[in-house]
């Protein structure tokens, strides 16, 4: 529910000052056009060859890396993506997309399986890249960094003990589970630190993964999982050193605990969000998770609507445990915005998904602090710690898989929740972070 304290301007933020002429009725039919057109470029995530793109230059290692998480995809779904109608099943399926109509599109097993094949690949890919990004964030999440940074500099032995890896993906699926995993084998707080003091190698990171999302990605979740903690098979001709050296990407399997609930995110409660962030903690202090919403807050936006956003992102900060990341990806420039008022495109407000995202969470006020009774208490303010507007993730030619998967470009956002004190400002303006426009 809105709050009357925080209501959004007249007026949408836009750059533009002068309201544009009274379209005419032809120039309304084009809007609609356009509007089609666009939810239709929608469906690929962004996605886009681009205009005749450079190969990016990875190393061996990444290539290996993102190979093997492809690998998993073709693995998992080799039964679907070897259909005679693949095509035909996969253009059903983005119909009904186009048209919304959800419970068609997600209504059984073989046209999840066949949307996981087809755009989750990419996905998954750019995930991990943007995890990757944040590793030394992710360090903080399983350490207590802030202390063990202290004491170094203090010349003090540290206890590098780690706790699991905590994630609540908002809008999870496919895409999601595979990232993470990824981030995994890479063994977040395993490898030296930039410092040059020794991490703990000897404790595997572990990880806990909870996501949500309204369609019925159960199963589908299920068999990723199991192809990530289990050695791929292998040809009945391989040889010795292969199969020795044939592992699954996460080992043992324990490492990877993983929970999907079907919820739409919009109808979860306080006390079901908060039990969602803090997961299955016995104690009453938590340590802090990362909360991801990848191509999902501006679905959140234009489907669920902005009051009801709004209250969602305000329940999430009243919730998380000091410390917590937030990770926002989703589509850039205009494909990410949400329309408000009456009547066709035309005539509605667009308001960018960034900009009411910093709205949201970056604004404070009086009704908003500890002890408040007109809005639920926070115990945290969140802080931008870095903001692209628009990145490119290229696919490498040398990457196999059954069918071209193209680039994909997105916006990235990353939030910490800091403890806010009682003699916070009444009222703050949104920071602007480390805003940046990458060309990739």
């Not at 399926?93 to 999840?112: C, M, P």
């Not at 992710?138 to 540290?158: M, N, T, W």
């Not at 996460?250 to 995110?265: E, G, H, M, W, Y």
Request: aromatic fraction near 6%; charged fraction near 25%.
């Amino acid at each position: 529910m809105a709050r009357e304290h925080n209501k959004l301007p007249d007026r949408a933020p836009a750059a533009k000052k002068n309201a544009p002429p009274k379209a005419s009725k032809a120039q309304k039919n084009k809007t609609k056009k356009a509007s089609a057109k666009k939810e239709e470029d929608e469906l690929s995530a962004s996605e886009a060859p681009g205009p005749a793109p450079k190969a990016p230059k990875i190393s061996p290692a990444e290539l290996k890396q993102q190979q093997s998480l492809l690998n998993i995809f073709s693995d998992t779904f080799a039964d679907v993506l070897g259909l005679d109608n693949f095509t035909s099943v996969l253009q059903e399926v983005k119909s009904a997309l186009y048209n919304r109509d959800f419970e068609k599109a997600f209504g059984n097993e073989q046209y999840l399986e066949v949307y996981a094949a087809r755009w989750s690949p990419t996905r998954a890919l750019c995930y991990a890249k943007v995890l990757e990004g944040i590793r030394e964030q992710l360090e903080d999440l399983v350490v207590d960094g802030d202390r063990i940074r202290r004491l170094r500099a203090k010349g003090e032995d540290v206890d590098a003990s780690r706790r699991p890896l905590r994630m609540l993906s908002i809008g999870g699926g496919a895409a999601e589970i595979v990232a993470f995993a990824s981030l995994l084998r890479d063994a977040v707080g395993n490898e030296s630190n930039k410092d040059g003091a020794e991490g703990n190698s000897e404790e595997p990171l572990q990880a806990n993964v909870h996501l949500v999302d309204t369609g019925p990605w159960g199963s589908v979740v299920s068999k990723l999982q199991e192809s990530l903690t289990t050695p791929p098979r292998l040809s009945i001709h391989a040889s010795d050193a292969a199969r020795k050296a044939n592992r699954a990407l996460v080992a043992p399997a324990t490492r990877l605990s993983c929970n999907f609930k079907q919820q739409d995110a919009l109808t979860m409660t306080a006390e079901q969000l908060s039990e969602a962030v803090r997961g299955k903690e016995e104690n009453n202090k938590p340590g802090p998770v990362l909360v991801t919403l990848l191509f999902t807050l501006n679905e959140l936006y234009t489907g669920g609507g902005i009051a009801r956003t709004t209250a969602f992102l305000r329940n999430l900060t009243a919730c998380v445990p000091e410390g917590s990341l937030l990770l926002v990806v989703d589509s850039p420039g205009s494909y990410s915005e949400a329309a408000v008022g009456k009547g066709d495109d035309a005539q509605k407000k667009k308001y960018p998904m960034q900009w009411l995202m910093d709205h949201t969470l970056l604004t404070v006020d009086k009704k908003q602090q500890p002890g408040s009774t007109s809005a639920p208490a926070r115990r945290c303010r969140w802080e931008k710690l870095e903001s692209h507007d628009s990145i490119w993730f290229r696919m490498v030619p040398e990457l196999r898989y059954p069918f071209q998967l193209e680039n994909m470009r997105y916006q990235m956002h990353l939030y910490k929740a800091i403890a806010i004190t009682t003699t916070a400002t009444a009222t703050a303006t949104p920071q602007e972070g480390n805003s940046t426009t990458a060309t990739g």
